[in-house]
């Protein structure tokens, strides 16, 4: 009884492997189908991913200077205490 169990638990377990196997495969071909396209719209939403990090980091950067400035240079006396 317990060889038929597991038995079934493993041609299941397999099942499920395919799936996931095909699901992947359909995901990285989507993926590919993306990348490859060289539409307009495509690029143009690319340049607009690019402007928003930019303008996102522009503005972190802008707004806590001072506080990476100093945790800067905490981390390198730090660094620059155990070398010596």
């Known amino acids: 009884m317990r060889n038929m169990a597991r038995t079934l638990k ?3 377990s397999g099942r499920s ?3 996931r196997k095909n699901k992947m495969e ?3 071909t989507k993926a590919k189908g993306l990348l490859c396209n060289q539409s307009g ?5 690319w340049l607009i991913v690019v402007l928003v990090v930019v303008v996102v980091g522009a503005v972190f950067m802008t707004l806590y200077q001072d506080s990476i400035t100093t945790i800067w240079n905490s981390i ?4 620059t205490g155990l070398l010596t």
Do not use: A, C, E
């Open 76 to 79: 390198v006396s730090k660094i």
């Open 17 to 19: 492997n395919n799936v």
């Open 10 to 12: 493993s041609k299941n």
């Open 41 to 45: 719209d495509q690029m143009t939403g």
């Open 26 to 28: 359909n995901v990285f």
